[in-house]
């Protein structure tokens, strides 16, 4: 990572800083918004979510949305009134979210705005400026500068922006410490796709450790197409989890990705043809696929990642981490290891990605590079995102921010 962008703070600069997120969850039901306060700048800084909202996407915008999805990636189709309807949402949700907790819009340095998956795909494929969610309209809304666009400038970069999320997350869940002993944190989201990332401790004044992450199949993709085959809702038959087990094993079902319509369709085509008692029930899928992910999940983890030192912990998040039967399943596979989810660290549906949203805001502020080459195949590390500035008193306010962020004090060992 290039000196400039280390991002560690000087000794006197402690101020407190509140970044706004606002996102979509990965099926288009929510809109969310979160604020996170911010103590210390950079890789040093201290992030604390302190208030999330969701509001309900109406129907017509999420058939739209759901509808567009396949035009939208192949770039046959422009998401103009997708854009201007998300972000107006949104723009309703970060209203609601500052109304709640009493913190005004005067008060936030940026809002980091993400737009529905659809949006991101097209930016991979392309390479083009273009997103779901018009930042313009919620600048002029709020008054405070938007910052959007993070996975464009890995892309531009060569990069496929894959796991772009490991940086945030890494900051969010860990806090820097001077401790040599601290344990790495693993984390399993859970969603349409299912994700690894491990997260290394974070020490003070140091770069960035060899955070990892890993792409393991698709999670909801793949169960939401199964379950719409299935012959009875209710009726519960036996599982068939091992047997599905071994089928998605010999189909390398964690190569398959969920950007990916004609992969994952051939995967349920093949599931559908050669394990068809599976489909006798919904019960009877969900069993059978929560005990199978608990199983590959474990499998992974223990294949890829590092097991020395101990894990501190084992974070689910996602639709996932809503699965009582699969968190007990994993709870008893890493026996001995503390497992929290996003439900019992009072986490609602989607505010991790709108944390993740603020958090990039802030790094863009504070000129992180928020990508790494290594997962996401770009050329080089960036500062990652784009620009839209609010009213003269907020804008004025960030500029000072980053001027104070080009001039930040470098450990003496970097700058000798």
């Known amino acids: 990572m290039p000196p400039n962008t280390l991002g560690f703070s000087s000794f006197a600069d402690h101020a407190r800083r509140y970044f706004v997120g606002t996102a979509m969850t990965p099926c288009l039901r929510f809109t969310s918004g979160a604020i996170l306060k911010v103590d210390g700048r950079g ?27 396949a035009g939208l990636t192949t770039g046959r189709q422009l998401p103009g009134m997708a854009s201007r309807l998300v972000a107006e949402l949104q723009v309703v949700n970060v209203e609601r979210l500052l109304n709640s907790c009493g913190v005004s819009a005067e008060k ?77 944190t693993v984390v399993v989201r859970l969603d349409q796709a299912i994700e690894l990332f491990y997260l290394p401790a974070r020490r003070k004044n140091r770069h960035v450790p060899a955070l990892a992450y890993r792409n393991i199949g698709p999670g909801f993709a793949l169960l939401q197409q199964l379950q719409d085959l299935c012959t009875h809702k209710y009726d519960q038959n036996q599982t068939l989890a091992a047997d599905l087990s071994k ?39 969900n069993q059978a696929m929560e005990a199978y992910w608990a199983e590959h999940i474990y499998r992974q983890i223990l294949e890829h990642f590092p097991t020395t030192p101990e894990f501190a912990e084992i974070v689910i998040l996602g639709r996932g981490a809503r699965r009582e039967m699969l968190v007990k399943r994993l709870a008893e596979k890493f026996e001995g290891i503390p497992l929290s989810t996003e439900v019992s660290r009072g986490w609602i549906s989607g505010a991790t990605g709108a944390s993740f949203a603020a958090i990039f805001a802030a790094m863009h502020i504070d000129q992180v590079s928020g990508n790494l080459p290594d997962l996401t195949g770009a050329t080089a590390a960036r500062v990652l995102g784009r620009i839209t ?28």
Do not use: C
């Open 247 to 285: 089928l998605m094993q010999s189909l390398d079902a964690s190569e398959v990705s969920t950007d990916s319509p004609d992969q994952l369709q051939h995967l349920v085509a093949s599931i559908t043809d050669q394990l068809p008692d599976l489909l006798a029930s919904s019960v009877t899928l």
């Open 389 to 416: 500035p609010g009213n003269a008193a907020n804008w004025r306010g960030l500029l000072t921010q980053m001027e104070v962020a080009s001039h930040q004090t470098l450990p003496l060992r970097d700058a000798v």
């Open 108 to 184: 936030v340095s940026a809002i980091g705005q993400r737009g529905p998956v659809y949006g991101r795909e097209f930016w991979k494929q392309t390479g083009a400026a273009l997103t779901i969610g018009d930042p313009a309209i919620l600048a002029e809304a709020t008054g405070v500068t938007v910052i959007d666009h993070f996975e464009q400038r890995d892309v531009v970069k060569g990069g496929s922006a894959r796991g772009i999320d490991v940086l945030p997350m890494w900051l969010l869940l860990t806090k820097a410490v001077d401790s040599y002993s601290a344990r790495p």
């Open 43 to 69: 890789l040093n800084a201290g992030f604390e979510l302190i208030q999330q909202l969701n509001i309900r996407t109406p129907p017509d915008v999420r058939a739209l949305l759901e509808k567009g999805g």
